[in-house]
């Protein structure tokens, strides 16, 4: 295509095919266009235009004379009268192009105009967490599709955090669009640190008055401390985690910061567990504290006093009371107790030994039992039972007093008088009885926890038998109907259900009758056992061995008593 401009020039026909194979070189030549120019003529434009290419030329000629130099605008006055549109404009191109032809004064062929596809731009942010795309939609070439937008964007180092959603969008409005964000890191998740998840009540969320059903509060039962035994487990530990890596736009790691450690706070009598390193147990019977940081497991337990303050004592370990054990109180403890001043109204019961030093005054409601030996500087009106011995320094007074072996009174001047006092082998004081003739009951040979046995059993075996005989004559009578067959399917269920209940019943009776025999014959072969008055024993005193009983009816210095044969008799023996 030539312009009207170059025709002014004259060029002759033939010299057409010369010009456009310069402008497939690309190249300026010089081509003799024409023999005779005006003297004065304005610059021309000459565009050439490839379509199967997607490429459009410019030939530009310079003024002659002080003709008008070539402008932007003739060119692209040029390409709109060639009816090309929507090529992607060489804008600089034409700029430096035609400067060069007015300064010169000289041709040029250059390319003015070229189709474009769909482009998109990827950007980086320089720490690697964002990226961005700038987008310029065709110019006369073919839009992106989403498969390869993103194909473009992985190739350009953009593998991770992509959003194809976004990326779609703007494919989709075809719009000129510089830096939108498309995709971004995920930060990394820090690992949590570990933590102690103690398993007994190491804050006292749970002491306090027990209340009872009618909404009344015990003061006395303030439920302060907690027992375990070995192997309980106390502290467990949730392990630190090592967090979840974030990620690079790259693809490259973002490194988690690990939780930190905790150790599990082993204190004294604590241990690792050997199945799980995770979880602190306790290495010995007690009750566990936390403190200081540690959690130990006391074996011993030390109150200044036992009131209010404290409330009602329960330990898996030893108990020592430094102060007094006042009135309605109670101590219990799997081992020792031990009292170092007074003891008033108050109940015992120890698993091991329990040491009164000053004595104790039950007010004829106080409760101590051992399952060892009881010592006690006095003992007044108390339930006492011992699974050894009751071992007393002055005085046993009007109490209930039992012991497997033996119960004695060991100061010079020490005295049992008053109360019912049983014991396996012996009864040992320097005075039993009183002047006053109060009336003592001692038995030996009794072995009074296999009497008590007995006693129970043969109240249970009674309420057994009564039972069962209730139970037989309810199924005589169905069995009488089922015989019959007039039992429907719910009589039938309670006959079956009786039927079991009877053969349950049988053995459990034959169970008693079983250990009653066997406690029997304990009893039978049990030692006689003796009674010892080491200065005096006084009228009042009864004395009975197994099975043999004897009234003291006037004072007897230096007395042993012994059984022999059907009878209680004073041995020829003195006592030390």
Same mark, same amino acid.
């Given at each position: 295509?030539?312009?009207?401009?170059?025709?002014?020039?004259?060029?002759?026909?033939?010299?057409?095919?010369?010009?456009?194979?310069?402008?497939?070189?690309?190249?300026?030549?010089?081509?003799?266009?024409?023999?005779?120019?005006?003297?004065?003529?304005?610059?021309?434009?000459?565009?050439?235009?490839?379509?199967?290419?997607?490429?459009?030329?410019?030939?530009?000629?310079?003024?002659?004379?002080?003709?008008?130099?070539?402008?932007?605008?003739?060119?692209?006055?040029?390409?709109?009268?060639?009816?090309?549109?929507?090529?992607?404009?060489?804008?600089?191109?034409?700029?430096?192009?035609?400067?060069?032809?007015?300064?010169?004064?000289?041709?040029?062929?250059?390319?003015?105009?070229?189709?474009?596809?769909?482009?998109?731009?990827?950007?980086?942010?320089?720490?690697?967490?964002?990226?961005?795309?700038?987008?310029?939609?065709?110019?006369?070439?073919?839009?992106?599709?989403?498969?390869?937008?993103?194909?473009?964007?992985?190739?350009?180092?953009?593998?991770?955090?992509?959003?194809?959603?976004?990326?779609?969008?703007?494919?989709?409005?075809?719009?000129?669009?510089?830096?939108?964000?498309?995709?971004?890191?995920?930060?990394?998740?820090?690992?949590?640190?570990?933590?102690?998840?103690?398993?007994?009540?190491?804050?006292?969320?749970?002491?306090?008055?027990?209340?009872?059903?009618?909404?009344?509060?015990?003061?006395?039962?303030?439920?302060?401390?907690?027992?375990?035994?070995?192997?309980?487990?106390?502290?467990?530990?949730?392990?630190?985690?090592?967090?979840?890596?974030?990620?690079?736009?790259?693809?490259?790691?973002?490194?988690?910061?690990?939780?930190?450690?905790?150790?599990?706070?082993?204190?004294?009598?604590?241990?690792?567990?050997?199945?799980?390193?995770?979880?602190?147990?306790?290495?010995?019977?007690?009750?566990?504290?936390?403190?200081?940081?540690?959690?130990?497991? %006391?074996? !011993?337990? &030390?109150? +200044?006093?036992?009131?209010?303050?404290? /409330?009602?004592?329960?330990?898996? $370990? #030893?108990?020592?009371?430094?102060?007094?054990?006042?009135?309605?109180?109670?101590?219990?403890?799997?081992?020792?107790?031990?009292?170092?001043?007074?003891?008033?109204?108050?109940?015992?019961?120890?698993?091991?030994?329990?040491?009164?030093?000053?004595?104790?005054?039950?007010?004829?409601?106080?409760?101590?039992?051992?399952?060892?030996?009881?010592?006690?500087?006095?003992?007044?009106?108390?339930?006492?039972?011992?699974?050894?011995?009751?071992?007393?320094?002055?005085?046993?007074?009007?109490?209930?007093?039992?012991?497997? %072996?033996? !119960?004695? &009174?060991? +100061?010079?001047?020490?005295?049992?008088? /008053?109360?019912?006092?049983?014991? $396996? #082998?012996?009864?040992?004081?320097?005075?039993?009885?009183?002047?006053?003739?109060?009336?003592?009951?001692?038995?030996?040979?009794?072995?009074?926890?296999?009497?008590?046995?007995?006693?129970?059993?043969?109240?249970?075996?009674?309420?057994?038998?009564?039972?069962?005989?209730?139970?037989?004559?309810?199924?005589?009578?169905?069995?009488?109907?089922?015989?019959?067959?007039?039992?429907?399917?719910?009589?039938?269920?309670?006959?079956?259900?009786?039927?079991?209940?009877?053969?349950?019943?049988?053995?459990?009776?034959?169970?008693?009758?079983?250990?009653?025999?066997?406690?029997?014959?304990?009893?039978?072969?049990?030692?006689?056992?003796?009674?010892?008055?080491?200065?005096?024993?006084?009228?009042?005193?009864?004395?009975?061995?197994?099975?043999?009983?004897?009234?003291?009816?006037?004072?007897?210095?230096?007395?042993?008593?012994?059984?022999?044969?059907?009878?209680?008799?004073?041995?020829?023996?003195?006592?030390?």
């Amino acid at each position: 295509m030539v312009s009207s401009a170059i025709d002014e020039y004259g060029i002759e026909t033939k010299k057409h095919d010369e010009i456009r194979e310069a402008i497939e070189k690309g190249s300026a030549t010089q081509i003799e266009l024409a023999t005779k120019l005006p003297q004065q003529l304005s610059a021309a434009v000459w565009i050439d235009h490839d379509e199967v290419k997607g490429v459009v030329k410019a030939f530009v000629y310079p003024p002659l004379g002080s003709g008008r130099p070539p402008t932007e605008t003739d060119v692209l006055n040029e390409l709109k009268a060639a009816g090309i549109t929507g090529y992607y404009i060489l804008t600089e191109v034409l700029r430096r192009n035609i400067e060069q032809i007015k300064k010169a004064r000289t041709s040029a062929v250059f390319k003015v105009a070229e189709k474009r596809d769909a482009q998109v731009r990827v950007e980086i942010s320089e720490d690697q967490r964002t990226a961005y795309i700038s987008y310029t939609p065709p110019f006369g070439g073919e839009l992106l599709s989403l498969e390869q937008a993103l194909d473009n964007i992985r190739k350009d180092g953009v593998l991770f955090g992509v959003d194809e959603a976004k990326v779609k969008e703007i494919l989709e409005n075809n719009t000129q669009l510089e830096k939108r964000r498309i995709a971004g890191a995920r930060d990394p998740v820090d690992g949590e640190d570990a933590k102690i998840e103690f398993l007994f009540d190491a804050y006292h969320a749970k002491s306090g008055p027990k209340i009872s059903d009618s909404d009344i509060a015990d003061f006395r039962d303030l439920n302060l401390t907690e027992n375990v035994e070995a192997g309980a487990p106390l502290v467990k530990k949730i392990p630190a985690t090592d967090g979840i890596p974030g990620m690079l736009v790259n693809g490259k790691d973002i490194k988690a910061n690990p939780g930190k450690d905790v150790k599990l706070p082993k204190g004294k009598n604590t241990e690792i567990s050997h199945a799980d390193e995770n979880l602190l147990v306790a290495s010995t019977p007690g009750a566990p504290k936390l403190q200081h940081g540690k959690v130990n497991v %006391d074996d !011993v337990m &030390v109150v +200044n006093n036992v009131d209010f303050s404290t /409330g009602n004592i329960d330990f898996n $370990g #030893n108990v020592n009371v430094r102060g007094v054990v006042n009135s309605g109180f109670v101590i219990k403890a799997t081992g020792d107790i031990t009292c170092s001043d007074t003891v008033e109204g108050a109940d015992l019961h120890a698993g091991g030994n329990i040491f009164l030093k000053r004595g104790i005054k039950g007010l004829g409601k106080s409760i101590v039992d051992a399952g060892e030996n009881i010592f006690a500087r006095f003992i007044e009106r108390c339930n006492v039972s011992a699974g050894i011995s009751v071992i007393v320094d002055e005085a046993l007074i009007h109490s209930e007093t039992s012991a497997t %072996d033996s !119960v004695e &009174v060991t +100061n010079t001047k020490g005295s049992i008088f /008053g109360g019912n006092i049983k014991t $396996g #082998n012996i009864v040992k004081s320097s005075f039993i009885g009183s002047e006053m003739a109060v009336k003592t009951l001692i038995e030996v040979g009794v072995l009074p926890h296999v009497r008590k046995r007995l006693d129970e059993l043969n109240n249970d075996l009674k309420v057994k038998k009564t039972e069962f005989e209730a139970e037989s004559k309810n199924f005589a009578v169905l069995s009488q109907m089922a015989g019959r067959g007039s039992l429907n399917e719910d009589r039938l269920a309670v006959y079956k259900e009786l039927g079991k209940k009877l053969g349950d019943l049988k053995d459990d009776m034959h169970d008693m009758t079983d250990e009653i025999s066997q406690l029997q014959e304990e009893l039978q072969q049990a030692a006689d056992g003796r009674v010892e008055a080491r200065k005096s024993i006084y009228p009042g005193v009864s004395i009975q061995i197994k099975n043999a009983r004897i009234h003291i009816r006037e004072k007897v210095n230096k007395a042993i008593f012994i059984k022999e044969g059907p009878d209680v008799v004073l041995s020829s023996d003195i006592p030390e």
